[in-house]
């Protein structure tokens, strides 16, 4: 039999969900596939270094079944997501991530939810390597983790025996995934059903609302973005920028992105279309409507940059998000 272990994170304030979640989960495909004639596939243990852990002050508690000291060898890690203060979680932690890099280098997988990643990467296990979190966290995990490779649109990302998940509830995408990795399809599409889990989510990028990285101390990009927030109607040059504030547009280009994360093009089309999703939410604007109104004339090229962004086309995401659309 193989072992499952979930980790508890000590430090108040961290999500109860997802331990509760996984554990019920991998629970049900045991059982499940006990029912099928086989064996159960995991012994599940709750492990952490203390005791128990307090959520939502006191009002929940998590008494893990192990601490991880007498844990010598496990198959599979689920790291659950972790408070807001992320700094503190992680120095918090420090043991948790200690133990995980070495049962990585035993072999085991590791799994991380939502702001897990934080845990994972504080291993050292994510450089070099891509990850995925909670989108509303991104400038943060960069910043703390500049040698990871971040992709917040991707819903779930797997290498080599690494996986992460997107932000919140998508961490039940990620189990339904790890179900049919170890206990194969059928497994998975009994438990999406009996849990009314979507299966084959690939992108949490409809999910998504961009802020702009302004706790940055360029002032020149501070300017610019400002500019390109006031001017949402007009199709904005990046070379005739630069020229107004006079830098360079290669120099340009470069503290754009050292300051903000994005190219000045991609800031500009996630501004643009930040305000057409608004408009789609709570207006009856038509699609050619509400792209005159962000500055684009060509709907081919509207709609393509609409999808890039939230991976669907401006139709779709109206008839999800606006409440006059549902009911028409």
Not at 87 to 101: D, Q, T
Not at 275 to 290: I, L, M
């Amino acid at each position: 039999m193989k072992h499952l272990t979930i980790l508890v994170p000590g430090g108040e304030g961290n999500n109860i969900s997802s331990i509760v979640g996984s554990y019920k989960i991998f629970t049900r495909a045991n059982a499940y596939r006990k029912e099928q004639g086989g064996r159960e596939l995991f012994k599940i243990e709750l492990a952490g270094t203390t005791k128990k852990v307090e959520y939502y002050d006191g009002l929940f508690s998590v008494k893990p079944h192990k601490h991880i000291s007498a844990i010598a060898k496990t198959n599979l890690i689920i790291i659950p997501s972790l408070n807001h203060n992320y700094e503190k979680a992680v120095k918090a932690n420090g043991s948790l991530a200690e133990w995980i890099e070495k049962q990585y280098n035993k072999g085991a997988e590791v799994a991380s939810i939502c702001t897990g990643a934080f845990l994972l990467a504080a291993s050292g296990l994510l450089d070099g390597r891509s990850c995925s979190t909670n989108w509303a966290v991104a400038d943060t995990f960069r910043t703390m983790f500049p040698d990871v490779n971040l992709k917040i649109d991707k819903l779930i990302t797997d290498e080599n025996g690494i996986y992460t998940s997107g932000g919140a509830y998508s961490f039940l995408n990620l189990i339904i995934y790890l179900i049919e990795k170890y206990y194969g399809r059928q497994t998975a599409i009994f438990c999406s059903k009996v849990f009314q889990i979507e299966m084959d989510r690939q992108s949490q990028a409809p999910f998504t609302i961009f802020t702009a990285q302004k706790s940055h101390g360029d002032e020149v990009v501070k300017k610019a973005q400002a500019y390109m927030e006031a001017k949402l109607d007009e199709k904005i040059s990046i070379e005739y920028l630069s020229s107004k504030f006079a830098v360079g547009r290669r120099n340009f280009d470069r503290r754009f992105i050292k300051a903000t994360g994005n190219t000045p093009i991609e800031y500009a089309q996630r501004v643009k279309i930040e305000a057409a999703k608004k408009a789609f939410e709570t207006t009856r604007k038509n699609v050619n409507e509400v792209m005159y109104e962000v500055g684009y004339s060509d709907v081919k090229a509207f709609r393509e940059v609409f999808r890039k962004i939230t991976g669907l086309s401006p139709l779709e995401y109206r008839s999800r998000y606006n409440h006059d659309s549902l009911n028409s």
